[in-house]
């Protein structure tokens, strides 16, 4: 079946150490996207990729990267840099940017810094 | 800059009752707008959408929303909610010259038996 498939589920950090959340889509969608969602307030977009080998930052990118090395592929490393990063991450994608379509999500992952 | 607010956190209401869920939108050019549903610990699912057309816009589960430009609302609306519908509902923007979806804050549904 089509769509986006997001790993782990769960992951817990200790304070210090980078992450890497996986995030795969099967859709041949040429844009994908990262969110981060905390309670009340929304979700909030991190870092968003058009097209293969380019990426642009969203509206809280500080503490993360991201990479598109592959069109199916949209990996987002939460660094140690970001200092509240204990939320819910959802990657989702669209057939692309200009397109009047809606986002297809993910399952999401929900990291834990300890 | 478009932005998205949702005018309430929580909505509680008895099952089979009606139920309306307000957004408001502000934007200068023109939008695409959607509601998404939210199951816990999942990612979001598509209602509905309203891109152009008809004002009165039909979506998944017995929802329907209506998008009204003087006002700059679209709210969504079901005649008869069942306890399924438990769940976070968020309302989002898409500018035709962005295409980046902007979020409302969220409305937790809560359908009491």
């Known amino acids: 079946d089509g769509g986006i498939t997001q790993s782990p589920k769960y992951l817990f950090r200790k304070e210090g150490q980078n992450v890497t959340l996986s995030c795969e889509q099967n859709l041949n969608h040429d844009a994908m996207y990262w969110y981060r969602q905390d309670p009340g307030q929304g979700l909030r977009l991190i870092y968003y990729?058009?097209?293969?080998?380019?990426?642009q930052k969203g509206d809280i990118a500080e503490g993360y990267s991201v990479s598109r090395e592959k069109k199916e592929s949209f990996p987002l490393t939460v660094t140690s840099a970001q200092k509240n990063p204990t939320a819910f991450y959802l990657c989702?994608?669209?057939?692309?940017?200009?397109?009047?379509?809606?986002?297809?999500f993910g399952e999401g992952s929900r990291l834990t810094v300890l | 800059a478009q932005s998205v607010t949702q005018l309430d956190s929580q909505v509680p209401v008895f099952e089979e009752a009606p139920v309306e869920l307000r957004c408001n939108y502000s934007?200068?050019?023109?939008?695409?707008l959607f509601w998404y549903v939210q199951y816990p610990n999942q990612g979001l699912q598509l209602l509905l959408k309203?891109?152009?057309?008809?004002?009165l816009v039909k979506g998944i589960n017995g929802f329907e929303a209506e998008f009204n430009k003087s006002q700059t609302s679209f709210h969504l609306r079901k005649p008869s909610v069942h306890i399924s519908d438990t769940a976070e509902y968020f309302c989002a923007v898409r500018t035709s010259n962005t295409g980046k979806l902007i979020f409302g804050q969220g409305t937790t549904l809560q359908v009491k038996p």
């Open positions: 989702a994608s669209s057939p692309g940017l200009a397109n009047t379509g809606e986002l297809f």
């Open positions: 990729s058009q097209i293969v080998n380019d990426f």
């Open positions: 934007s200068s050019v023109s939008v695409y």
């Open positions: 309203y891109l152009s057309g008809s004002t």
